[in-house]
């Protein structure tokens, strides 16, 4: 066997999220048919991701890997003969753009180092969310990834409110609970600039993200940003760590998961290892603990 690397992009509108479920259309149900398809594979490829993105949010650097036989990709060799590894890859790119819908998008495929796992040797993830206080509403062209905040935002008051959020905290307020599943995590960044065409991005980068966590948080930060509720009022929440009903989830078009960072290769093995014990799920069943 041999294990690939995917690097790849979608935009999430079409999609019921990046898991596979029966009957809906989700980006590793699609991936994977068209891998099964173009390597010819006697048993259904099985996509491991960094994270699990949710209906509607958008990617461009979801990483995944899957373990193929080495003799599958001898189905991308040419009428010329035998290709080396480098050009049976590049052959698998070029196939999967013409079987893929053009939503999704594998711009890279690599022959994964050892230790490699796209999910557990994660060093961190980082998200994107897109907002728009415009009066009349936002560029029709980037409706799909832009929401609109029909109040005016404040830059100072959103970067004061993320500000308290910063660091290693159980961020239960902010999460979906799952059974098992621990919503401690470390948030390493949380900051909020103004593009030149006036649209607000918040960088979030954290080691992991449970359910719905960027956008309740961004949703908390929206309310301070816009008056209606103090600077504080996030990190109030956060010390709760319990749900809180104030806190509206921002909707997901506005998400995009943008990086997911790796150590040097030598060290690839033991992150995967020691992230596995922190957060394998001791519930059965419950596998989604890099969730957006």
Not at 29 to 49: K, S
Request: aromatic share 6%; glycine share 10%; proline share 5%.
């Amino acid at each position: 066997m041999v294990r690939l690397r995917l690097d790849l992009a979608y935009d999430g509108t079409d999609f019921s999220g990046w898991a596979k479920q029966p009957g809906r259309r989700t980006v590793q149900g699609e991936v994977e048919q068209a891998l099964g398809r173009i390597l010819r594979l006697g048993e259904p490829a099985m996509l491991t991701v960094a994270g699990r993105t949710d209906a509607g949010v958008h990617a461009r650097g979801q990483v995944a890997h899957v373990d193929v036989p080495d003799g599958s990709l001898a189905e991308l060799d040419g009428n010329r003969g035998p290709l080396d590894v480098d050009e049976r890859l590049s052959a698998l790119v070029r196939r999967l753009g013409g079987v893929l819908a053009p939503d999704v998008r594998v711009y890279r495929v690599s022959v994964a180092p050892g230790g490699f796992d796209a999910r557990f040797s994660a060093m961190f993830r980082r998200y994107a969310y897109r907002v728009s206080d415009a009066e009349g509403g936002v560029d029709p062209l980037r409706r799909r990834e832009v929401v609109w905040h029909n109040r005016p935002l404040d830059l100072g008051a959103l970067n004061a409110a993320a500000a308290r959020l910063l660091g290693e905290h159980d961020f239960a307020a902010f999460c979906k609970k799952r059974e098992g599943a621990t919503t401690i995590r470390e948030l390493q960044r949380l900051e909020w600039a103004r593009e030149p065409d006036g649209v607000l991005v918040a960088a979030v980068v954290a080691d992991a993200f449970c359910h719905s966590m960027v956008r309740a948080l961004v949703g908390s930060l929206l309310a301070a940003g816009d008056g209606r509720r103090p600077v504080e009022w996030p990190g109030e929440v956060l010390a709760g760590a319990v749900r809180d009903s104030g806190v509206h989830v921002a909707p997901a078009h506005g998400l995009c998961l943008e990086e997911v960072g790796y150590p040097p290769e030598e060290e690839l093995a033991a992150r995967a290892e020691a992230t596995r014990r922190v957060r394998v799920p001791s519930a059965p069943g419950d596998a989604a603990l890099e969730d957006e």
